[in-house]
């Protein structure tokens, strides 16, 4: 299946290799990177490439490129799946995923790598069963280690690649128990100019701290679940206790990880924490145009809105901008034509205004593209959808673990468009005018 | 370390010659030189005594060797280590082998013998890495000792080494395609195996070593289909895309009776409907296919296992594994009735949340799948709103998407969409826009005329991109219907002044020369300008130009003809040959001449025919040809490796062959082949489904018992090798009947040894297959248990009725564990068969004590405990410890957790009844506990304290165990005086660290003792005990359960009676005394026809009696 790993930095180094059959050499790299420079973004250079005798799967991720080696059929999905794991399970060990942290420790990822994968076949994938195998670095052992020459490789078989339940490690302990859950949503939404909803949904997770000792049997229920439209889940949570009672049932890994992903139903109206009103308008004559914004709560369920950040994407035109902001900064990148202005803390009795003039080049017409606007918020303590759990149950342990349950919502996908662009149903009078002047123009 | 002081006297000379040598190698001389002084320092530290440093010696190497700079001149000194002690050494050691073996092949063979030994090692992971490694260098001349490596791994007792086994087989496999026919025994063999752990990669190497080789799947069929949800997930998506293939030839296709005609978006509607509409559905489909098929074949019924298969993959569905969703998608779409393909829409919808490049594949699927099955993602059209941050590849395929699923009601929200798209500051997302409009306007006739005039405004914008894109779009839609649209072409016809696009262009001028007619004043002007500059122009432009002077000529030579010629002459000293032999040609055939009068007479007909309006094709239209979420299908061209989805059959295959077949010969387990028979078996209980959410009573069910029996007895008489002498005894008091069957089984183990290996395999192997064994079926029943939980639900839900009170979870439990001691049995005769040429005398003393068969349960070890269900503890199940020729040897006996061994810190009990009069009390059900020192430490002073009991009840203690050393196993009985009741007796266990909670409840079946009575007796008796405490139930008895033998079986099994002599054969008779109140216990079970049966419990105890014939009755109909 996957024949070389190689991982390559954004300026285009391959930093580390690792090959599962026999070597490939690295010039095979160089059909991603004329990929790679035809792509100009790296978001847009394609996961799957084709070369004369190899296929090339990749993945970009903290600015690195994870550049995987097939020669033959496999499905990309599962390539791509396994490729993010890695990722993950370095961001789990090191704390983050980017070149100097992998470069540091290139001996433990590349024993990582050795473990993940056998002749190119996922083995061992599980974080707690990787961990067990070789440990993660810490500075106290890293020191104990060098001085006795004890090593981070463990001797014996994870029980978890056994077990049925290889997330979790036997004999965890803790002097205190406790298992945090935070219930994070996200409104991913496109309004149209006037305010009204083109398209929202809620997106949501689950993600779990849990603490506790032993085997604890944890069952997390909702007082809303019929709410969830779609959802998946951690494979520790049993799917039929879900099916029938909509609770959720599961023996949790150890640590953080990720819960479930839900779906609210789209059928639910979403609530739109905030409208925008705003104008950019360019003259036809005259290097400049006007740009002036207002945002105002609209759906907050009381709460306060906070870490409002509104991004604009300028038209390429668009040399400076020249602005006042009754509340935050802004900031105007001209290289990326992107115009950000931090809000913070949305105040309902003011609400924070952004005005003034934009230059743009001379002699350039007005720009004709839509510059859009996206909008970064937080809500603490509410689940914008309405979730809410309602009980978190042990079984299996005696003690009493401290339990905890955390809501936030946030802006995912939250754009507006800034124009609306309109076709008339039938043109062709408008249109002959518009070709007259077209013609004549051009013909002066 | 012996070995390797041996191995560097033996290498001692070689190597100190052998370093200077490679130091002067020419080829890496001079410029590396620095190299060279430090791998000098990485030898001598290799070569010092200190682990340390060669730790940091081998991790600096690996370091170069990731960074992938050469370290291959290290290897004599790097090989030296391959036997060190510290083990994270030796693994870097290993790290570096797999690496350079391949290059100094003969040094690499030095290693050979350190894995050899490895591979016996007792530590399971050691043997696993050793394997790993050995089958990773890639060196033809250990391909044999690979190839014994990997068929001993294949039967080792641990799970991961078979597992490391599977993976080995491709590598061999790659390194010598020879080896084929003896891999394929091995993945056969593996392909047996029943633990999770092994299927995912013995799928794997059955891909790439012999894919074609779909019989070998038949008989595990059933058993993948109902693993497949706890196999890791990645094992999920081999199996599940592989499984697509098998049944892609085994069933007949599901949607063959819907007319194709159909496949428009009318009739699709249906299936959106909610979620419950389609379970319904689909119970319904089951309810069709369960209906006796026999009748007649016309309306199309499901194969029970293409069923299973499409039940037990979609749960997964929900997996956070964004692979697995998507093999579970293509299953669907490939495999399931139209109507059923609905329900991955939402799941593949959900992939979109996820990172681009996953987004990425499964839009382009999601893109092949509208085109077939436009309507399933209708409901999710907004879900495809294209974000300005998207990356313009996924907007692309998102723009792709959106097209296919536009239809006369949704395009104008479409269109609106489309709209917002064009201002879009993305150039390439623009361009696709417009096509996108243009496949819009092609496909739905209704808005062609908006789209088109959309377009046209386009074409003043700006952006010479998006005009000439325009351009060409409105060329191709202008072709449909030119008349009606001359004032476009008149005012495209005045682009060509500002437009530099030569794609567009060339457009322009095509439409104007195709349709000059519609433009005479015009056309001519344009042919004007278009020669003055046409020495500037591109060459597509160049080849319109002559194209547009050709056919002006024909229709208009008198205004155009100097023109033509001078454009002709133009071209025909151009650079191009395409643009000279183009105007050689039409000059030709335009220009009347003497020579070519016969030609130039149908000009006017080459040159002006009638062009169909092309089709705006999507890219992905047949796309679906290849199995969607496979990388050909994302290529669009045929990978290496690729199997083709092959076409449904005509007629289904014989389904018959996916029934395992049944070697042990207890009668009710016969095999059987034909259609009703399985289908009738399926009231019958899973045997693995405990495991498995999804199975329920079905079809899978039984043949997964089936499945498991088959095997086992397959391999069953090799248990007999270490079988206790306890065991031996027992069996001594089987029954004649049970010889014949053995006979049968000796045949079929014949055969089945001609099939498989020589018969003269080593002893020593058949018993680590036997270890093997009890080790799966060990982690098949934790597993089992742990997940007990979501199992039970399912069971009491397709038990129908059960609410899902504890009360019916703990009756599901008690299910189960009978299932499970009732599946055990059939593996008994074969055990003994090989035994029995040793043993007849011992036999022949002791089979006349009852005539009916006593199949005997295996130890079962370890019942996890789960923890929600502790305390549904103490129902049944088998002993580890047998006793001797009890009175009622024909029942078997359960083994229930008392205590896990992660809960008990390494110490496990686990106890059961023994059914031995216990002596010092005669009140007493007697107990009989094994206590498993699992820890590293010892346990003392194992005892019992702080019995909690009900009013009335009494423990007897068993005496104390001292001392319980590490890896050691006790037993011990105890005496539990329980009243009559099913009260638990809880207490305390002690060790001298800790206490733990435990308690024992007995089934209402262990509150008895046999009791002999005659007929008379029992009649008598029975007389006596009417009217309230009578009860009787109707039921209707197993398939499997129709024979007496069997009754008798399971009833003595389910509880401890014994049998009553009886002049009918219709009547089955079993009496007992309670042990406490010795209350006498009558039970009847009178059959009739076609499995009718009555079952008739006498009681005084009238609490116990409706127990005992919920229990009796759930073990006869199970």
């Known amino acids: 299946m996957i024949h070389s790993l190689f991982l390559i930095n954004h300026t285009g180094d391959i930093f580390l290799e690792k090959h599962w059959k026999s070597v490939i050499g690295r010039s095979v790299c160089d059909y991603f990177f004329e990929a790679r420079e035809k792509a100009v973004e790296p978001e847009n250079v394609p996961p799957v490439l084709q070369t004369p005798h190899h296929y090339l799967i990749s993945i970009y991720r903290g600015k690195l490129f994870f550049l995987s080696v097939i020669q033959t059929e496999v499905p990309p999905l599962f390539v791509i799946e396994f490729l993010h794991r890695v990722a993950d399970t370095i961001q789990d060990y090191f704390g983050e995923c980017s070149e100097g942290v992998i470069k540091d420790n290139v001996v433990t990822v590349y024993e990582l790598l050795e473990e993940m994968l056998d002749n190119g076949f996922p083995l061992a994938t599980e974080s707690n069963v990787l961990k067990e195998m070789i440990r993660p670095p810490t500075i106290l052992r890293s020191v104990v280690n060098t001085l006795t020459g004890a090593s981070n490789v463990g001797d014996t078989l994870p029980t978890g690649q056994l077990s049925n339940v290889p997330w979790r490690r036997v004999g965890v302990k803790y002097t205190n128990n406790e298992a945090y859950f935070d219930v994070i949503e996200e409104i991913d939404a496109i309004l149209d100019k006037s305010g009204t909803t083109v398209f929202a949904e809620i997106q949501g997770v689950i993600e779990a701290c849990v603490r506790l000792t032993g085997m604890p049997d944890l069952t997390l229920s909702f007082m809303n679940p019929r709410l969830l439209d779609d959802v998946s889940f951690h494979p520790c949570v049993r799917f039929k206790r879900w099916e029938s009672e909509r609770v959720l049932s599961f023996i949790p890994p150890d640590g953080n990880f990720t819960l479930m992903n839900y779906h609210v139903s789209s059928q639910n109206l979403v609530a739109i924490p905030v409208y925008v009103k705003q104008s950019i308008s360019f003259f036809e004559t005259g290097p400049c145009g006007r740009l002036d914004i207002t945002i105002g709560p609209k759906q907050t369920m009381g709460k306060t809105v906070e870490g409002l950040m509104v991004t604009i994407h300028m038209p390429k035109a668009v040399l400076s901008a020249n602005l006042t902001a009754t509340q935050g900064t802004y900031t105007y990148d001209l290289a990326t034509k992107v115009l950000v202005w931090d809000i913070g803390k949305l105040n309902p009795q003011k609400l924070p205004n952004l005005k003034g003039s934009l230059t743009t080049q001379a002699g350039t017409p007005k720009p004709e593209d839509n510059p859009s606007l996206n909008i970064d918020l937080k809500i603490q303590q509410l689940a914008i959808s309405g979730l809410k759990v309602s009980r978190l149950d042990m079984y299996g342990e005696k003690y009493k673990p401290f339990k905890g349950v955390k809501y936030l919502t946030k802006a995912g996908k939250f754009q507006i468009y800034i124009y609306m662009f309109i076709f008339l149903e039938n043109l062709m009078s408008y249109l002959l005018f518009e070709w007259l002047q077209c013609v004549l123009k051009h013909s002066i | ?1118």
Not at chain 2, 716 to 721: I, K, L, P, R, V
Not at chain 2, 871 to 894: C, F
């Open chain 2, 1 to 1118: 370390m012996s070995a390797s002081s041996a191995f560097n006297d033996e290498k001692g000379g070689s190597s100190s010659v052998g370093e200077p040598e490679y130091g002067h190698d020419p080829a890496s001389g001079g410029i590396f030189s620095s190299d060279y002084k430090r791998h000098d320092d990485l030898k001598e530290m290799l070569d010092s005594n200190k682990d340390s440093l060669k730790l940091e010696a081998m991790k600096r190497i690996v370091a170069m060797i990731a960074r992938g700079k050469n370290a291959s001149d290290l290897f004599p000194a790097v090989v030296k280590n391959v036997a060190c002690k510290n083990i994270e050494v030796k693994k870097l050691v290993y790290v570096y082998l797999v690496r350079y073996a391949e290059e100094q092949q003969d040094l690499a063979l030095l290693s050979i013998s350190t894995f050899q030994r490895g591979l016996k090692d007792p530590n399971q992971l050691i043997r696993a890495s050793a394997l790993r490694v050995l089958s990773s260098i890639r060196v033809t001349i250990i391909v044999p000792i690979m190839m014994l490596a990997i068929k001993e791994a294949a039967s080792d007792m641990s799970p991961y080494v078979r597992k490391t086994a599977a993976h080995a087989i491709p590598k061999l496999y790659s390194l010598d395609p020879e080896q084929k026919d003896q891999l394929i025994e091995v993945i056969e063999k593996l392909l047996a195996d029943k633990t999770t752990l092994v299927a995912g990669s013995v799928v794997m190497a059955f891909e790439e070593v012999c894919p074609e080789r779909i019989d070998l799947i038949h008989k595990n069929y059933r058993k993948l289909c109902n693993l497949l949800i706890d196999v890791e997930e990645w094992g999920q998506v081999v199996i599940i895309n592989m499984l697509t293939r098998y049944a892609r030839t085994q069933f007949l296709n599901p949607n063959m009776n819907e007319s194709l005609l159909e496949e428009g978006s009318g009739g699709d509607r249906t299936f959106y409907g909610s979620d419950e509409d389609e379970d319904e559905d689909e119970e319904e489909k089951e309810k069709k296919a369960e209906t006796p098929a026999m009748a007649k074949r016309k309306p199309y019924v499901m194969d029970p296992d293409h069923r299973l298969l499409l039940r037990n993959t979609k749960p997964l569905l929900q997996s956070r594994n964004a692979a697995v969703v998507m093999a579970v998608a293509q299953l669907y779409f490939h495999l399931a009735p139209k109507a059923e393909v609905g329900v991955i829409a939402k799941a593949l919808v959900r992939l979109l949340r996820s990172h681009s490049e996953v987004q990425y594949v499964v839009l382009q699927n999601v893109a092949t799948m509208t085109i077939k099955r436009r309507g399933m993602f209708e409901p999710y059209l907004k879900s495809f709103y294209i974000r300005s941050t998207d990356p313009t590849q996924i907007k692309v395929l998102k723009l792709e998407v959106l097209t296919n699923l536009a239809n006369e009601t949704n395009i104008s929200t479409i269109l609106r969409e489309f709209q917002t798209y064009i201002k879009s500051m993305d150039k390439d997302f623009v361009a696709a826009t417009i096509q996108a409009i243009g496949r819009c306007a092609t496909n739905i006739g209704e808005v062609r005329d908006t789209c088109l005039n959309g377009l046209v405004q386009l074409l003043s914008n700006r952006d010479e991109l998006v005009v000439a894109e325009s351009v060409v779009v409105i060329k191709k839609l202008l072709q449909m219907q030119p008349e009606k649209h001359s004032d476009i072409i008149k005012h495209m016809a005045k682009l060509t002044d500002n437009i530099q696009v030569p794609m567009a262009r060339a457009s322009i001028l095509w439409l104007i020369g195709e349709y000059c007619e519609h433009v005479p004043k015009i056309a001519p002007d344009v042919l004007r300008k278009m020669a003055k500059s046409f020495t500037n122009e591109e060459d597509i432009v160049k080849l319109q130009i002559i194209n547009l002077a050709a056919k002006l000529y024909l229709t208009n030579s008198k205004q155009t003809k100097l023109l033509t010629q001078y454009v002709l002459n133009l071209a025909k000293y151009d650079q191009n040959y395409d643009i000279r032999d183009r105007a050689r040609f039409i000059r030709q055939l335009i220009v009347p001449t003497e020579k070519s009068g016969a030609l130039s007479k149908y000009a006017k007909k080459l040159f002006l025919a009638l062009k169909p309006a092309p089709v705006l094709e999507s890219p992905f239209k047949d796309r679906d040809h290849f199995q969607l979420g496979s990388l050909s299908h994302l290529l669009n061209a045929k990978a290496g490796g690729y199997q083709e989805l092959p076409d449904w059959p005509e007629a289904a295959p014989d389904p018959s062959v996916r029934n395992v077949e049944v070697k042990d010969s207890v009668p009710e387990w016969t095999k059987c082949s034909s259609r009703e028979k399985r289908k009738e078996k399926k009231v019958e209980k899973p045997f693995y489904s405990d495991s498995e959410g999804e199975s329920g009573p079905t079809e899978s069910a039984d043949s997964e018992s089936d499945s498991a029996s088959g095997s086992e007895s397959g391999s069953g008489s090799e248990e007999s090798a270490s079988r206790s002498e306890s065991e031996e005894s027992e069996d001594g008091s089987e029954s004649e009947e049970e010889e014949e069957e053995e006979e049968e089984e000796k045949e079929k183990k014949k055969k089945k040894k001609e099939l498989k290996k020589p018969v003269q395999e080593s002893e020593s192997e058949q018993s680590s297959e036997e270890e093997e064994r009890k080790h799966q079926r060990k982690t098949k029943q934790r597993k089992s248990d742990s997940e007990s939980e979501s199992d039970e639900d399912e069971e009491s839900e397709s038990e129908s009725s059960q609410s899902e009170s504890e009360e019916s979870e703990s009756e599901a439990e008690v299910k189960k564990k009978k299932k499970a001691a009732e599946s055990k049995p059939p593996s008994k005769p074969v055990k003994k068969e090989s035994k029995k040429e040793k043993k007849e005398m011992s036999l022949l003393d002791l089979d006349d004590f009852e005539p009916a068969p006593s199949p005997q349960v295996t130890p079962v070890n370890t019942f996890l405990s789960n923890s929600l269900v502790t305390d549904l503890e103490g129902l049944s199940l088998s002993d580890t410890v047998l006793s001797p020729a009890t009175i009622a040897p024909s029942s078997a006996l359960k083994n229930y957790e008392l205590l896990h061994r992660i809960t008990g810190e390494g110490l496990s009990v686990e106890y059961c009844f023994s059914r031995q009069p216990f002596s010092p009390d005669a009140n007493m059900v007697a107990v009989q506990m094994q206590f498993t020192n699992n820890a590293t430490a010892d346990t003392k002073n194992l005892h019992i304290e702080d019995v909690k009991l009900q009013s009335g009840m009494r423990v007897k203690e068993f005496s104390e165990i001292e001392l319980l050393p590490a890896g050691e196993t006790a037993t011990a009985v105890m005496g539990i005086d329980f009243c009559d009741s099913t009260q638990a007796a809880n207490f305390q266990l002690c060790t001298h660290t800790r206490k733990f909670f435990v308690s024992i409840q007995p089934p209402v079946g262990e509150l008895m003792r046999p009791v002999f009575l005659t007929e008379n007796e029992f009649k008598k008796e029975q007389g006596q005990l009417m009217g309230m405490n009578e009860i009787t139930e109707k039921l209707t008895l197993d398939m499997k359960c129709r024979n007496e033998h069997t009754i008798v079986q399971r009833v003595t099994t389910a509880a401890n009676l014994s049998r009553v002599p009886c002049g009918s054969d219709k009547e089955c008779r079993f009496a007992g005394r309670t042990v406490s109140s010795s209350s006498l216990v009558l039970v009847t079970v009178a059959t009739k026809e076609e499995g009718a049966a009555q079952l008739t419990v006498n009681c005084e105890k009238m609490v116990i009696g409706t127990m005992l014939v919920k229990d009796i009755l759930l073990a006869l109909t199970q």
